[in-house]
């Protein structure tokens, strides 16, 4: 087996001090090679939230280590880890991570101008063919459904073209069929271009597609398949 | 700025109006600073005509032209080049069948002197009774040639000579010679070095010693501060521009802050991905550059455009110089305030866009 691309060891998360403290993760191990598809199923409250922001460098973890290609995230300065982030994580939100006042083809010429370099006009394109969006690229956010909506997030995550995609909920606000075509597109990106794919979600019905699922609950992660 | 300018095409009608209000600040900033100008030139244009750098008055006089008396004798106690003793009479010019009626400041000096004005039409003085006037006289209907009165005296003089415009405490200014200016105020002598004069304007000149009896040396902008009502006028207009820098300012910031305040969940997603404070500080600095450019060059536009159908009598100036400043300390003033938002832009936590 390859390499992991994301790898978390001995993870222990606490808010707080003393008797007040709580405890969010409590010995998590995960990683995710290329190519895979990794779920991270359980309840709300469960800690989800907290792997994801671990995983991401948005927080640093009370023990243990986060190594992004082998790079221990926590030991970098905040700059390196902004840095880290746009480079190699792409993420998928809640709802919509999308930027209200751009459309669908300039959220993605905002990454190029981000990264300073002329916006790619191919590859975009060819983008948003493969999740079915060439008819809504001059379209603003507002006027796309819901799934339209992650489903350019899925785009705008992968056109940096990042080593491992981190998804929190991306279905939360879709009905069963478009959930389900949600998580096959990505399940398929994620076999295609071989990309690490992470998704959490609280719905069971969503993991048929995933190579790997952990199980999460009171902060404690378990490997439930693959 | 791709993210800034992006987000004022797409909301409009909210960073128009913002624009709007800071066009209008920048109306009433160009606005007052044309009318401090031409309150400011009416009161010293003639001052500024003489190009001189001090002017000798009588120490009793709290530096005020008007109240001092001084000999035409008192130039000995002087020494330097161009030293042009100067008499002046605020008065109403008449034409001797009173048609014409104008409130006057007349000036009266050496006919040699440099203070005497470059002439349009018509010739220097060359005898008793003759007088210069400026082009705003002319424009009242005066003419070469004419005779009048000036003040209250019986005494007529005869017009000789114009030149260009020249004000001097928002009055049309007349020139003529010292005898001639005491024959006007009723002067008991009217001829050699006894006679009264109000002061003494030089280029370049100092006191021959110590002793110099009732003299008093200011610098001609001493002697521009202290003419009847300029500072207060000055003073009040200017404090005036000087709040509105402070306004914009503050508007700015406030809107900045406001619009952060709600922005904070997207500015929460950017950092998620990666788009640090740098950038989006970057994008609200671009918006209210933008914004500032907007209202300053309409604003300026406008005021051009005023001050072309304003009527003759209403005193405004347009100084090109003076309303660039101002236009670099408005759009200074909307970069602080975007600033002011730093902080907020700093401290939103990029964690909380997720769960």
């Known amino acids: ?226 | 700025m791709y993210l800034g300018l992006k987000e004022m095409r797409h909301e409009k009608l909210r960073y128009t109006l913002l624009s709007g209000v800071l066009l209008l600040i920048a109306l009433v900033v160009f606005m007052l600073a044309g009318l401090a100008n031409g309150l400011s030139n009416g009161n010293r244009q003639a001052v500024d005509a003489w190009q001189a750098r001090t002017v000798y008055l009588n120490k009793n006089a709290n530096q005020t032209m008007s109240a001092s008396q001084l000999k035409l004798a008192d130039q000995k106690k002087l020494s330097g080049k161009q030293i042009a003793p100067l008499a002046s009479l605020s008065g109403t010019l008449r034409t001797t069948n009173n048609h014409l009626k104008t409130t006057a400041s007349a000036f009266g000096t050496s006919r040699t002197s440099f203070l005497m004005p470059k002439l349009v039409s018509g010739h220097q003085i060359n005898g008793k009774n003759q007088v210069l006037i400026s082009a705003d006289l002319k424009a009242a209907g005066y003419k070469l040639g004419q005779k009048v009165r000036i003040g209250t005296t019986k005494q007529t003089v005869k017009i000789v000579g114009t030149y260009g415009k020249s004000t001097y405490m928002i009055a049309p200014t007349l020139y003529t010679d010292i005898a001639t200016m005491n024959r006007l105020k009723g002067a008991p002598i009217t001829s050699g070095d006894q006679q009264t004069v109000n002061g003494f304007v030089t280029k370049e000149s100092s006191f021959k010693n110590a002793k110099h009896g009732d003299l008093e040396k200011l610098s001609i902008a001493t002697f521009i501060n202290k003419l009847p009502g300029y500072s207060a006028e000055q003073l009040t207009l200017n404090t005036m521009i000087y709040f509105l820098f402070v306004i914009a300012l503050a508007i700015i910031g406030i809107f900045m802050f406001v619009l952060t305040l709600q922005k904070q969940p997207l500015f929460g997603v950017l950092k998620v991905q990666g788009i640090g404070t740098g950038h989006i500080l970057a994008a609200l600095l671009t918006q209210s550059i933008a914004m500032a450019v907007i209202g300053i060059v309409l604003g300026l536009g406008i005021t051009v455009g005023l001050a072309q159908i304003m009527p003759a009598g209403l005193p405004f100036v347009v100084n090109w110089a003076q309303f660039g400043g101002y236009s670099l300390a408005l759009l200074a003033a909307s970069v602080v305030g975007a600033l002011l938002s730093w902080r907020t832009v700093a401290k939103i936590d990029p964690a909380v866009a997720i769960g």
């Open chain 1, 1 to 226: 087996m390859t390499q992991a691309v994301l790898a978390l060891q001995h993870i222990d998360k606490q808010f707080g001090h003393g008797h007040t403290a709580v405890t969010a993760l409590t010995d998590a191990n995960f990683e995710v090679s290329a190519g895979q598809f990794v779920a991270i199923i359980g309840p709300s409250g469960s800690g989800k939230s907290t792997f994801l922001t671990i995983a991401a460098g948005l927080q640093t973890p009370t023990k243990g280590q986060v190594l992004l290609n082998g790079t221990e995230l926590a030991a970098q300065s905040e700059k390196a880890r902004l840095a880290y982030r746009f480079n190699e994580i792409g993420f998928i939100l809640q709802s919509s991570n999308l930027i209200p006042f751009l459309n669908v083809t300039e959220q993605l010429k905002l990454v190029d101008k981000m990264a300073k370099r002329p916006f790619q006009k191919d590859r975009a394109a060819q983008l948003l063919k493969e999740l079915a969006l060439s008819d809504v690229a001059t379209a603003y956010p507002s006027e796309l459904s819901g799934g339209e909506r992650q489903r350019v997030a899925i785009v705008r995550a992968l056109y940096n073209d990042p080593s491992v995609i981190l998804a929190d909920e991306p279905t939360a606000s879709l009905d069963t069929p478009r959930s389900i075509d949600v998580v096959e597109r990505l399940a398929n990106e994620a076999h295609q271009h071989q990309k690490a794919i992470v998704m959490v979600t609280h719905d069971q019905r969503l993991i048929g597609n995933c190579d790997v699922v952990y199980q999460i609950e009171d902060g404690v992660m378990t490997r439930q398949k693959g």
